[in-house]
């Protein structure tokens, strides 16, 4: 493990979390629509498989 002190300023930390702030909101952008497909997967399987469930327990 590297024991070099590092000082940075408070505009140093600034600046790193409106860049960190900015690559994120890119990658949301980015990546949403393919998230929202994945999750409108899930809950359609989910909503389909309770609908099953759903049938065998009115069947018996």
Known sequence: MNDEIISVSGNDIHYAIIE???TIKGLEER????IDRRIMAIVKTNLEQAELWSLKLFQK
Not at 31 to 34: G, I
């Open 20 to 22: 960190f702030e900015k």
């Open 31 to 34: 990546y949403s629509a393919e």
